[in-house]
Nanobody, 124 residues
Framework: EVQLQASGGGLVQPGGSLRLSCVADGLQHHDYYAIAWYRQAPGKEREVVSCINNADATHYIDSVKGRFTISRVNARNTVYLQMNSLKTDDTAVYYC?????????????????WGQGTLVTVSS
């Protein structure tokens, strides 16, 4: 059974930083998978924030480009999302997702495996 564990959320002031982690248990060959970070803010639809495919090609939504960085350490079955210069608009529950269609263009993948969310609150 595949389980994704997202962590690292919290309360941070505008301009601050957080690093989210997504650890995947039960995945055979973590390097085959595409991994994505989604977020859902209150009253808004869920959106893909960033993703990385099995060739380490990355994608970011425009609002986080230059501020967020996604990376993976396959030996640890872990994907990170480093979030810098956080804004109040970044407040949301962040989810990680994984799919074995790892070579596809990652924002278009219908991710099969989902973790529980981790809450990020950016507020002064």
């Amino acid at each position: 059974e595949v389980q994704l564990q997202a962590s690292g959320g919290g309360l941070v002031q505008p301009g601050g930083s957080l690093r989210l982690s997504c650890v995947a248990d039960g995945l055979q060959h973590h390097d085959y998978y595409a991994i994505a970070w989604y977020r859902q803010a209150p009253g808004k639809e869920r959106e893909v924030v960033s993703c990385i495919n099995n060739a380490d090609a990355t994608h970011y939504i425009d609002s986080v480009k230059g501020r967020f960085t996604i990376s993976r350490v396959n030996a640890r079955n872990t994907v990170y999302l480093q979030m810098n210069s956080l804004k109040t608009d970044d407040t949301a529950v962040y989810y990680c997702a994984a799919d074995r269609a790892g070579g596809s263009y990652c924002p278009f993948i219908p991710y099969e495996h989902w973790g529980q969310g981790t809450l990020v609150t950016v507020s002064s």
